[in-house]
């Protein structure tokens, strides 16, 4: 059974910073993408980084020049620095991670919410 688990959120003044991390457990045929994405209430869930194996990187333009999505493959985690976080950065932040084999995991979800 594959677990992802979150961690790293939590209440921040705007302009402060937070990071987030994701580790994943279990038996999991090589890991491809791996991401983060986040709702807000009342919104749909929407991508905000994403980071394949070798290292490229994808960025949501709302979050492109604050946020860094990193991972390490042998620990099978993914980090997601947020500087200079905004008020509409508060959301429920969640981890994907995708499977060679096509299938997807997320995890249960770690609060942000930024204060003006």
Not at 12 to 26: D, E, F, M, T
Not at 36 to 54: D, F, H, N, S
Request: charged content about 15%; proline content about 2%; some cysteine.
């Amino acid at each position: 059974q594959v677990q992802v688990v979150e961690s790293g959120g939590g209440l921040v003044q705007a302009g402060g910073s937070l990071r987030l991390s994701c580790a994943v457990s279990g038996i999991i045929s090589s890991i491809s993408i791996m991401g983060w994405y986040r709702q807000a209430p009342g919104q749909q869930r929407e991508l905000v980084a994403t980071i394949t194996t070798g290292g490229r990187t994808m960025y949501a333009d709302s979050v492109k020049g604050r946020f860094a999505i990193s991972r390490d493959n042998a620990k099978k985690m993914v980090h997601l620095q947020m500087n200079s976080l905004k008020p509409e950065d508060t959301a429920v932040y969640y981890c994907n991670v995708q499977s060679s084999t096509g299938w997807s995991y997320w995890g249960q979800g770690t609060q942000v919410t930024v204060s003006s």
